[in-house]
């Protein structure tokens, strides 16, 4: 009886992991800067007498398989880089700076394997080159739109420099919530990355899925209002100009994305610059 016993316990051992994602999964908010401009500037049909707040988030995510920044927010050079920015877009965009993620980290005593990026806006990786030896992971066609002269005037040249070590990776043809591509990253239905192309060729979003049900989708700037989503409203034509590759694609992905929160009513979708969006969401994983 014994030996089958034991025999048991250790079928057991194999066949199931010895950690709980509510355990070792763990995401912390790293806020990079802050900025406050006019609704209106956010969505279509916005106020223009009522702030909106935003804010530069990088996520560091921890798993008992490796540890990854998704996007990298603002970095120790930002006001230095957004010289290359054009006028009028510099003009409107008068954030404030903080900590940049690079410093975070060092502060907490963490380190990140690696970065994979949402996708190439400066905002989202101006602190690449504060990682210079840290492998950073991008889909084929954002790096191919990154290094594309003139690709977005969110892009110029002072973010990236030669020590940027490109990794490319492709999603699989596997389905993920109506989402034709995805890439389960570390294989056990925790963070899976599906291809949301629009605001840039290459972007993706990341779905962060926890043992005790509570699921967050992290959607880079397919909108940067909540109410994008809520109301199937675009940007304000003007900062589509500025920041959609293809305006079309994104509408695309935004009625996309009301018709995944009316199938998840608890599903928590996070654009990375909504600054109540993303306090939900750290609020969420503080509890977790």
């Known amino acids: 009886m014994r030996k089958y016993l ?3 316990m250790a079928i057991t051992a194999i066949s199931f992991p010895s950690w709980s994602r509510d355990e070792k999964l763990n995401v912390k908010v790293l806020y990079t800067g802050t900025i406050s401009p006019p609704e209106a500037e956010t969505i279509k049909g916005g106020s223009w007498f009522k702030k909106f707040s935003m804010v530069h988030p990088a996520f560091f995510i ?3 398989k490796g540890t990854f920044l998704f996007d990298t927010g603002l970095g120790h050079s930002i006001k230095t880089q957004v010289k290359d920015m054009v006028w009028w877009a ?3 965009t008068k954030f404030i700076q903080k900590e940049s993620a690079a410093d975070q980290l060092k502060a907490l005593g963490l380190k990140a394997d690696r970065i ?15 990682f210079p030896s840290v492998p950073v992971e991008v889909l084929q066609e954002e790096l191919d739109f990154l290094k594309t002269k003139n690709a977005s005037p969110a892009i110029f040249p002072s973010l990236f420099n030669e020590q ?3 990794q490319t990776y492709t999603l699989e043809n596997k389905s993920y919530e109506g989402y034709a591509k995805s890439r389960d990253i ?16 290459g972007s993706v979003g990341l779905f962060i899925n926890l043992a005790s049900g509570k699921r967050a989708f992290l959607v880079g700037d397919t909108v940067w209002n909540s109410d994008g989503i809520t109301k199937g409203l675009p940007k304000f034509w003007i900062s589509s100009k500025f920041a959609d590759n293809k305006p079309d694609e994104v509408m695309t992905r935004i009625l996309e994305l009301q018709a995944l929160q009316k199938k998840y009513p608890d599903l928590l979708i996070v654009p990375s610059h909504d600054a109540k969006a993303v306090g939900a969401f750290e609020e969420m994983m503080n509890r977790n």
């Open 186 to 201: 570390f294989g056990d239905g925790s963070l899976i990355l599906v291809g949301m192309p629009g605001h840039s060729p």
């Open 164 to 166: 940027i070590v490109w």
């Open 62 to 64: 921890q798993h008992p």
């Open 6 to 8: 034991m025999i048991l």
């Open 116 to 130: 994979i990026l949402s996708h190439a806006h400066f905002d989202h990786s101006s602190g690449l080159i504060d």
């Open 90 to 92: 510099r003009s409107a």
